[in-house]
C-alpha cells in the first residue's frame, strides 16, 4: 500500500493515477474514475470529517456525472470542460431538476476536480467557470401547533403508539434532525437534568434539554421497550436500531392515523420547533445552538417566517421545553 494524501489507497490505483496524470491523451476509463471517486469519498470521510449524509450526497452527485460521461462517449480529461458541464447542466434543467439541486451538482464537481487538482491527477478545474444557478429562497415547509398536539397525544398507550410519539416529541422538543434522533443511545438520556446527549454534523456533540412530558412519554416507552443487547433508543420488529426510513414512515403514518391530510415528515417538526422557539425568545443566536447550526446563516432563514399566532400558542404550550 501507498500513503496517498494522508490516507491508504491501493498501490494500483497509484500507478494509474500517476499514468492519467503524465500520459499525452489523459485517458481514463471506468474503473480509474470509481477509483478516483472512491478515493475522494475516503478523502472527505478521514481527512475532512464528513457527516455521512454529506459524504453520501458528494458520493451520488458524482456518479451520476460519471454516467453523464459515459453516455457521451467521453473517454479523456482534457473532454471535459465548461461546455461538457453545460451539457451536463442543460440535460438535469431539461429532467426538471430544482435550482438547489443543479448548484448541489456544480458545487460537487468543482470539490472534487480541486482534489484531483490538488492530487496532480488534472490541471485546470473546468467547474469553475460554470455560472452557479440562482436558488430563489424558499421557506421551510412547517406544521401547525393543533396537528402536533394530536400527533403528540396518547390514545392506546401501545409500545407501538409510544415509540412514534416519543420519535415526535423528541423530534420537536429537542428539533433533531432524523440522523440525530436514529443515533440516540439509552446512555445519551441524563433524565435527573432533563438533557440528551446529540451527535450532530461532522461529529461535534450538543446537549439539548429534554421537557418533564417528553421524560414522561420516555420512562412509559422504556417500561415496554424490548429487552435486547442493543444500546439503541429505538428498535424495529428485529430489535436493531431504526433506519432514517423507518422514522420518516412512522412520522407519516402518525399523521394518518390522526387524521392529518398533509404529507408531514421528520424535518417539518423541527422547523416547526425553530420557528415556535425564535418566535418566542427572539434570539437567533440561541435557536442556532438549539438546531446545532455551524453557521448562523442557516438559521436566518426562520426570521423570514411570520408565525406570530403560533408565537403564543407556544409560549401557553410548549413546556415540553421548559423546567
Same mark, same amino acid.
Given at each position: 500500500?501507498?500513503?496517498?494524501?494522508?490516507?491508504?489507497?491501493?498501490? =494500483?490505483?497509484?500507478?494509474?493515477?500517476?499514468?492519467?496524470? @503524465?500520459?499525452?491523451? @489523459?485517458?481514463?476509463?471506468?474503473?480509474?474514475?470509481?477509483?478516483?471517486?472512491?478515493?475522494?469519498?475516503?478523502?472527505?470521510?478521514?481527512?475532512?470529517?464528513?457527516?455521512?449524509? #454529506?459524504?453520501?450526497?458528494?458520493? =451520488?452527485?458524482?456518479?451520476?456525472?460519471?454516467?453523464?460521461?459515459? *453516455?457521451? @462517449?467521453?473517454?479523456?480529461?482534457?473532454?471535459?470542460?465548461?461546455?461538457?458541464?453545460?451539457?451536463?447542466?442543460?440535460?438535469?434543467?431539461?429532467?426538471? #431538476?430544482?435550482?438547489?439541486?443543479?448548484?448541489?451538482?456544480?458545487?460537487?464537481? =468543482?470539490?472534487?476536480?480541486?482534489?484531483?487538482?490538488?492530487?496532480?491527477?488534472? +490541471?485546470?478545474?473546468?467547474?469553475?467557470?460554470?455560472?452557479?444557478?440562482?436558488?430563489? !429562497?424558499?421557506?421551510?415547509?412547517?406544521?401547525?401547533?393543533?396537528?402536533?398536539?394530536?400527533?403528540?397525544?396518547?390514545?392506546?398507550?401501545?409500545?407501538?403508539?409510544? !415509540? /412514534?410519539?416519543?420519535?415526535?416529541?423528541?423530534?420537536?422538543?429537542?428539533?433533531?434532525?432524523?440522523?440525530?434522533?436514529?443515533? $440516540?443511545?439509552?446512555?445519551?438520556?441524563?433524565?435527573?437534568? *432533563?438533557?440528551?446527549?446529540?451527535? *450532530?454534523?461532522?461529529?461535534?456533540?450538543?446537549?439539548?434539554?429534554?421537557?418533564?412530558?417528553?421524560?414522561?412519554?420516555?420512562?412509559?416507552?422504556?417500561?415496554?421497550?424490548? @429487552?435486547?443487547?442493543?444500546?439503541?433508543?429505538?428498535?424495529?420488529?428485529?430489535?436493531? =436500531?431504526?433506519?432514517?426510513?423507518?422514522?420518516?414512515?412512522?412520522?407519516?403514518?402518525?399523521?394518518?392515523?390522526?387524521?392529518?391530510?398533509?404529507?408531514?415528515?421528520?424535518?417539518?417538526?423541527?422547523?416547526?420547533?425553530? #420557528?415556535?422557539?425564535? +418566535?418566542?425568545?427572539?434570539?437567533? !443566536?440561541?435557536? +442556532?445552538?438549539?438546531?446545532?447550526?455551524?453557521? $448562523?446563516? /442557516?438559521? +436566518?432563514?426562520?426570521?423570514?417566517?411570520?408565525?406570530?399566532?403560533?408565537?403564543?400558542?407556544?409560549?401557553?404550550?410548549?413546556?415540553?421545553?421548559?423546567?
Amino acid at each position: 500500500m501507498f500513503v496517498f494524501d494522508s490516507f491508504k489507497i491501493p498501490c =494500483r490505483f497509484i500507478l494509474k493515477c500517476k499514468d492519467m496524470a @503524465n500520459h499525452e491523451k @489523459n485517458k481514463y476509463d471506468q474503473e480509474i474514475i470509481m477509483d478516483l471517486i472512491d478515493a475522494f469519498v475516503k478523502y472527505l470521510d478521514v481527512e475532512k470529517n464528513y457527516a455521512f449524509n #454529506t459524504i453520501s450526497s458528494y458520493k =451520488r452527485d458524482l456518479l451520476k456525472f460519471h454516467s453523464f460521461l459515459i *453516455g457521451k @462517449n467521453i473517454s479523456k480529461w482534457s473532454e471535459i470542460d465548461s461546455d461538457t458541464l453545460n451539457i451536463f447542466v442543460m440535460e438535469l434543467r431539461h429532467r426538471n #431538476t430544482s435550482g438547489k439541486s443543479l448548484k448541489r451538482y456544480l458545487s460537487s464537481i =468543482r470539490v472534487f476536480f480541486n482534489y484531483l487538482i490538488e492530487n496532480n491527477i488534472i +490541471q485546470k478545474n473546468p467547474a469553475l467557470s460554470i455560472k452557479t444557478p440562482k436558488v430563489e !429562497r424558499t421557506l421551510p415547509k412547517t406544521i401547525s401547533f393543533d396537528n402536533l398536539t394530536s400527533m403528540m397525544t396518547l390514545n392506546t398507550h401501545s409500545y407501538k403508539e409510544l !415509540r /412514534s410519539v416519543l420519535m415526535i416529541e423528541l423530534l420537536y422538543s429537542c428539533g433533531l434532525r432524523v440522523s440525530e434522533l436514529v443515533a $440516540i443511545d439509552l446512555v445519551d438520556f441524563d433524565l435527573n437534568e *432533563g438533557f440528551v446527549k446529540v451527535m *450532530g454534523k461532522g461529529g461535534k456533540a450538543r446537549f439539548s434539554p429534554v421537557g418533564e412530558t417528553t421524560i414522561s412519554v420516555l420512562k412509559r416507552y422504556l417500561q415496554k421497550r424490548p @429487552n435486547c443487547n442493543s444500546d439503541a433508543l429505538f428498535l424495529n420488529h428485529k430489535n436493531i =436500531r431504526i433506519s432514517t426510513r423507518t422514522v420518516q414512515n412512522v412520522v407519516k403514518n402518525r399523521a394518518l392515523e390522526v387524521g392529518i391530510s398533509i404529507n408531514v415528515h421528520p424535518h417539518m417538526l423541527r422547523h416547526a420547533a425553530a #420557528t415556535h422557539f425564535l +418566535q418566542s425568545s427572539h434570539d437567533l !443566536r440561541s435557536v +442556532q445552538e438549539f438546531l446545532g447550526h455551524k453557521s $448562523i446563516k /442557516s438559521t +436566518q432563514v426562520y426570521t423570514h417566517l411570520d408565525f406570530l399566532e403560533l408565537s403564543k400558542v407556544y409560549d401557553e404550550f410548549h413546556p415540553r421545553a421548559k423546567k
